[in-house]
């Protein structure tokens, strides 16, 4: 018979009691918050399964299950979050890195790996995982990280710090809806991933997203597309001729954005995601 306290056993409970409190995701948030606690790999926990978890261990454990019992994310639980392959600290002052999201990063790469340098503007940039990213995937480009919030921003930059490329990032506190104009250069490339969800609809969203995540960084404002629209406007400042912005965007919001690029941009042309809901609209700058 397996030993109450066995690492095994103890993983097993946790999964029942989220499984119970109806966490679609129990058996992925079990075995990461245990080698979140044990600071350990997959491996481990085969390898060692049967050892007994000491008290310590084993209470810390279930303090983070009881987060999880009531829909705190496993990222601000764990204060990181995988993206493309780097970890990324998060706070409850950023929104929490999606997969999603990665179709932006890439579409961006793809567009890039011809350029010897860029400079690379990452609008509402949050934990800085867009902007970091591109930071560590190419080598030769600089990067102006902007957000509203001096907490995230300082997330940002200790990202920026622990993936080493905070040598080429660049921080400022802007709001983006009403402080565009300070940004005196024009860059080769802006991103952005900006607040969309219509501020009606943000009580709908998932316990864990409405609860736990800033709505600083998900209200897009009455109809979800202030952000574009502002973002659109000051093209001529912020992004060189023919240079290339790219958004992340809702899933129903393609047809919108893209209409509101079409006399400042070129070559407009969306991407679908890996769920194969429209996730990308890319331009050039005319």
């Not at 764990?78 to 392959?85: A, I, R």
């Not at 957000?147 to 709001?175: G, K, P, Q, T």
């Not at 960084?217 to 290339?244: H, N, P, T, W």
């Amino acid at each position: 018979m397996i030993n109450g306290d066995t690492i095994k056993e103890i993983m097993y409970r946790a999964r029942e009691t989220l499984k119970n409190f109806g966490d679609e995701t129990y058996d992925i948030d079990a075995k990461v918050l245990l080698k979140h606690t044990l600071s350990c790999d997959d491996m481990y926990l085969v390898i060692h399964s049967n050892d007994i978890l000491n008290s310590d261990k084993k209470q810390e454990y279930f303090s983070y299950i009881e987060r999880r019992k009531v829909g705190e994310p496993v990222a601000y639980i764990t204060g990181k979050k995988e993206f493309m392959g780097f970890n990324f600290k998060v706070t409850k002052d950023v929104l929490i890195p999606r997969p999603d999201t990665e179709t932006l990063v890439n579409e961006v790469l793809r567009c890039s790996n011809d350029r010897r340098s860029l400079r690379i503007l990452d609008l509402c940039t949050g934990s800085g995982a867009i902007g970091i990213t591109l930071a560590k995937m190419l080598s030769f480009c600089e990067v102006t990280m902007v957000d509203v919030s001096m907490d995230a921003l300082e997330v940002a930059r200790e990202n920026a710090i622990d993936l080493m490329v905070d040598h080429r990032c660049e921080f400022m506190c802007l709001d983006v809806l009403s402080d565009l104009s300070y940004i005196d250069e024009q860059y080769d490339i802006v991103v952005s991933n900006p607040p969309y969800i219509r501020s009606d609809v943000l009580h709908t969203l998932m316990n864990d997203v409405k609860d736990y995540e800033p709505s600083l960084a998900l209200d897009g404002g009455e109809d979800g597309l202030v952000f574009y629209r502002r973002i659109i406007s000051e093209a001529e400042q912020i992004l060189k001729k023919d240079g290339l912005i790219f958004f992340e965007i809702g899933y129903d919001q393609a047809e919108d954005v893209a209409d509101m690029m079409k006399n400042k941009f070129r070559d407009i042309y969306v991407m679908k995601d890996l769920g194969l809901n429209p996730r990308v609209v890319r331009g050039s700058r005319i």
